[in-house]
């Protein structure tokens, strides 16, 4: 029944370890996303991926690497966790075709790195 | 470039007042897609509205509805006799529909008392 689900829901983790979120997605959509929220509830996209294929890469440290190894899967890598790194990660879906390019979000990870 | 404006970083109302949260965007595409996200107190995202660049007709949903002025480049959400469940953080976004990013604006914190 779920449409996008992600894993874990909490981390909590030590400065410095590698850890991995999971996403998949149950709806069909070909294209997947990740967005950060910090601590103010700004919200900003990381990557986005479609058909297993990377198009857009924001401006961020390559500390983090996504991947997808399917269409309904995209993981999200993050190595040598620093403090800064503590925010909600949100993956996203949708399907892209004009006028049908809403993006259902999964429930969130929320990454405490101590 | 692409940007939206929530200047309503919090507002609070009594039960059943009428509230109308403010949005402005920027973009130079002719082509652009508006969105309304909620994010309750248990986080997550949930999708409200999408509305596309050609289309100002307003919509109602219920409680919600929605006023899109091209000349104004806004896309307001008012919500009518205000519940507590509606207490949330309220997020606009503009994308260029091309499988692009979501850019968010800041949100709106909104606390309805009873």
């Known amino acids: 029944d779920t449409a996008v689900s992600q894993t874990p829901k909490y981390l909590v983790t030590q400065m410095g370890n590698d850890k991995s979120i999971k996403c998949e997605q149950n709806?069909?959509?070909?294209?997947m996303y990740w967005y950060k929220q910090d601590s103010k509830k700004f919200l900003k996209i990381m990557f986005s991926y479609n058909n297993k294929e990377l198009i857009i890469n924001e401006t961020v440290p390559n500390r983090f690497s996504p991947k997808s190894p399917d269409k309904a899967h995209l993981n999200l890598h993050i190595n040598s966790l620093e403090l800064g790194d503590s925010a909600v990660y949100f993956c996203?879906?949708?399907?892209?075709?004009?006028?049908?390019?809403?993006?259902?979000f999964g429930p969130g990870t929320r990454l405490l790195v101590l | 470039a692409q940007k939206v404006t929530q200047a309503q970083t919090e507002i609070s109302v009594v039960e059943k007042e009428d509230v109308t949260l403010d949005c402005v965007y920027e973009t130079r595409d002719t082509t652009y897609y508006l969105f309304w996200y909620k994010q309750p107190p248990s986080g997550e995202l949930v999708f409200l509205i999408r509305?596309?660049?050609?289309?100002?007709q307003n919509e109602i949903s219920g409680r919600y509805s929605w006023n899109f002025q091209k000349s104004t480049s806004s896309f307001n959400f008012t919500i009518t006799a205000s519940q507590v469940v509606d207490s949330a953080v309220y997020f606009c976004?503009?994308?260029?529909?091309?499988?692009?990013?979501?850019?968010f604006g800041q949100g709106t914190e909104l606390s309805v008392k009873p």
């Open positions: 996203a879906s949708s399907l892209l075709i004009a006028d049908q390019e809403t993006q259902y």
């Open positions: 709806l069909g959509h070909d294209t």
């Open positions: 976004a503009l994308s260029d529909g091309q499988g692009g990013k979501l850019i």
């Open positions: 509305r596309n660049s050609f289309d100002e």
